[in-house]
Every structure is written in structure tokens, then in C-alpha cells.
């Protein structure tokens, strides 16, 4: 079971860029990155998912080494309602593996 | 499309008393997961549910129960309510199984008083 690190805490000005890395040194050869948001009483919510090299979509890009034993959210130019907790979590598309969230990243986006 | 739903929104219960809980996927998705989110612990996983069967289950006691209907409407069970029990439960579905892209609710707040 892939177990995931991420930092505690970022901070950030906005307009600025932010990227939030992931360790996940045991990934199995059939697991997914997925990355989800998650704001005060409310369920989190998806952003990205990726198996390898880069992916980007309207909001965010994730950037996936070759070895995949980490991972790095990219937030492009944050704005105050980018302040939230961003959670990496891995698990194998297809297969009723356990979902493990981490600890998630708090990011506060001051002006 | 609505998303899935959760009732109820709050929750007060004392010790020993039981709660059920219920989720409702988005319209479609097969696949349902509980979690538990407690500021200590983060979110943990509770068990998934795929076709009314029982995929996985992390690692809580027995006083920790669920189904999936037919409908794959989803509803969980604890009995003996603890004080440690209280957290935010949150219900996710997909389309598949696992690590699908997966839509949560807003959760249920419970308090065990």
C-alpha cells in the first residue's frame, strides 16, 4: 500500500505559481496519482490525475518523474480561493485497492 | 447532474446510542466510499462498495458497517457510538472501482456527546 508525503503547510502570495510535491517511494506499477482540494466542511474535491511524465487541465498540471516515486502539483497563478488543503493520493485504477489519503498540504494565499 | 448527497447534514448523538448514515451516488456510479475525517487522524478510509459487495475495508472496528442497495444508494452503521467517533464522514462515488476520479459529498457531521 502506497503511503504518501507531502509538506504540513505552504504559504504563498497571489498571482504567484505554487508547487506542491508528493513522495510516494513504494507506487506500484498499476498506480494512479490523483490529486484533490478540499475546503472547510466540505468533501474534497478532484483536480488531477496522472500516471507518468506531465499532465494539464484548466486548473492545474501534474508533473510525474520517470522513476514516479514522487509527484508535483503545480497551481499556476493562486488566487485567495486557491487557500485550501491539497491532498496526493495513490492507488491503482481498476482494482479495489485501499484509497490512502495523506496528511495533506494546508496552502494559505495571502494578498 | 446532481452530485451525491449525504443526510443527514449534522448529527447529535450520545454514547452507546447507534447511527445510520446515508449516501446517495450520482446518478450512474456503481462505486461507493466512506471515509472518516477527524482533525487528528485526516481523512481514513472506511470501506468501498461496488455492486452491492463489499470491495475492501480499512481498518475500524466492527462497530463499523455498511451496505450498498441496489440502487447503489449507499448507508453505514455504528453502533455503540464512542466519544471518538465524532468526526466528519464523507461518502464518495465512481463510476468503477477504486481511484476512479471520485465525487464527494459535503459529509455528515457527528457528534457523540
Known amino acids: 500500500l502506497a503511503k504518501t508525503t507531502q509538506p504540513i503547510s505552504m504559504d504563498s502570495y497571489e498571482g504567484q505559481e505554487v508547487n506542491i510535491t508528493c513522495s510516494h517511494n513504494n507506487i506500484a506499477t498499476n498506480d494512479y496519482i490523483t490529486w484533490y482540494q478540499q475546503f472547510p466542511s466540505q468533501g474534497p474535491r478532484f483536480i488531477i490525475q496522472?500516471?507518468?511524465t506531465k499532465v494539464t487541465n484548466e486548473v492545474a498540471s501534474l508533473f510525474i518523474p520517470a522513476d514516479r516515486k514522487s509527484s508535483t502539483l503545480s497551481l499556476p497563478r493562486v488566487s485567495l480561493s486557491d487557500t485550501a488543503v491539497y491532498y496526493c493520493?495513490?492507488?491503482?485504477?481498476?482494482?479495489?485497492?485501499?484509497?490512502?489519503f495523506g496528511t495533506g498540504t494546508r496552502l494559505q494565499v495571502t494578498l | 447532474k446532481a452530485g451525491v448527497t449525504q443526510t443527514p447534514r449534522y448529527l447529535i448523538k450520545t454514547r452507546g446510542q447507534q447511527v445510520t448514515l446515508s449516501c446517495s451516488p450520482i446518478?450512474?456510479?456503481?462505486?461507493v466510499s466512506w471515509y472518516q475525517q477527524t482533525p487528528g487522524q485526516g481523512l481514513q478510509f472506511l470501506f468501498e462498495y461496488f455492486s452491492e459487495t463489499q470491495r475492501n475495508k480499512g481498518n475500524f472496528p466492527g462497530r463499523f458497517s455498511g451496505r450498498q442497495f441496489s440502487n447503489s444508494r449507499s448507508e453505514m452503521n455504528v453502533s455503540t457510538l464512542e466519544l471518538g467517533d465524532s468526526a466528519l464522514y464523507l461518502c464518495?462515488?465512481?463510476?468503477?472501482?477504486?481511484?476512479?476520479?471520485?465525487?464527494f459529498g459535503s459529509g455528515t457531521q457527528l457528534s457523540v456527546l
Open positions: 464518495a462515488s465512481s463510476l468503477g472501482i477504486t481511484n476512479e476520479k471520485l465525487f
Open positions: 446518478s450512474g456510479h456503481r462505486s
Open positions: 496522472g500516471y507518468k
Open positions: 493520493l495513490v492507488g491503482g485504477t481498476g482494482t479495489a485497492s485501499k484509497l490512502t
